[in-house]
Structures are given as C-alpha cells and as structure tokens.
C-alpha cells in the first residue's frame, strides 16, 4: 500500500508544479484576466467617444445651426454682412 502513496504524492508534486509554473500557469491567467479587463475598459471608453462623434456628425449633416456654430468657434468665419468685434484686456 505504501508504493501506492509514494506514487500519487509525487503525481500530485508533478501536477502542481506544472499548475503553478508551468505553460499557462495561474499567474499567467491572472495577468491575462487584468489585461484583458485593461482593454475592455479602453474599449468601453473608445466606444463613448465614437458614439459622441457620430452624434456630431449627424448634427452636422442634419442642422445648419449646429454647422455655422462650429464654423464661428473653431474657425473664427463670420456672416456676409456682420461686424466682428474682439476685445482685448
């Protein structure tokens, strides 16, 4: 009966080690898990921002407002007829 013993406990020595350090180990898993929880959370983020986007330029295709806002505020243009006052402090 002994041998017997001798034989599981160094199969489950080998088992072990293969668990622990071996290829695809637990401490592997555990890092893949974070990067993975890493990129889904960028992902989520990238997401958002497209979302956002795509919101502004259905607003820019649909509405001359929307249009003529970003024209006067990112591009300084002004309308035919308009007199542009800027102060300075």
Same mark, same amino acid.
């Given at each position: 009966m002994r041998p017997v013993y001798i034989v599981l406990i160094i199969a489950l020595v080998v $088992?072990?080690?293969k668990l622990w350090l071996g290829d695809g180990n637990i401490i592997?898993?555990?890092n893949l898990q974070q990067k993975l929880r890493e990129h889904q959370e960028e992902n989520d983020r990238l997401a958002t921002r497209n979302k956002a $986007?795509?919101?502004d330029i259905q607003e820019l295709k649909n509405g001359?407002?929307? $249009?003529?806002?970003?024209?006067r505020y @990112? $591009?300084?243009m002004v309308k035919?007829? @308009?007199v542009y006052y800027q102060f300075v402090e």
């Open positions: $088992l072990q080690h592997q898993w555990v $986007l795509e919101a001359d407002q929307a $249009l003529e806002e970003q024209a @990112e $591009l300084g035919e007829d @308009e």
